[in-house]
């Protein structure tokens, strides 16, 4: 059984960065993409970057130049590099695995920007 675990959020001002990691593990054999996703109160899940199996990634137009998304093989861990934080990055932040037919996802951490 696949399990992810977010960790790193917290409450961070305006300008600041934070470090999300999510730790995987379980067994697979294969997988699409690694994924981080965050969603908003009142508003769709949406994704924010995503990793390819091949290490291609890209990532959601309002936070590019600002995040980014990077994987340590050895220790099963998938991270998000948030910087220049805005108001708007306030959500929670998910993980995702995305593998052949199923996508596993972990429980969330908040992330928000406050002064």
């Known amino acids: 059984q696949v399990q992810l675990v977010e960790s790193g959020g917290g409450l961070v001002q305006p300008g600041g960065s934070l470090r999300l990691s999510c730790a995987i593990s379980g067994s697979f054999f294969d997988f699409i993409a690694m994924e981080w996703y965050r969603q908003a109160p009142g508003k769709q899940r949406e994704l924010v970057a995503f990793?390819?199996?091949?290490?291609?990634?890209d990532y959601l137009a309002s936070v590019r130049g600002r995040f980014a998304i990077s994987r340590d093989n050895a220790k099963n861990t998938l991270y998000l590099q948030l910087n220049s934080l805005r108001s708007e990055d306030t959500a929670i932040y998910y993980c995702?695995?995305?593998?052949?037919?199923?996508?596993?996802w972990g429980r969330g951490t908040q992330v928000t920007v406050s002064s």
């Open positions: 995702s695995l995305h593998i052949p037919d199923t996508r596993y």
């Open positions: 990793m390819t199996n091949s290490g291609a990634s």
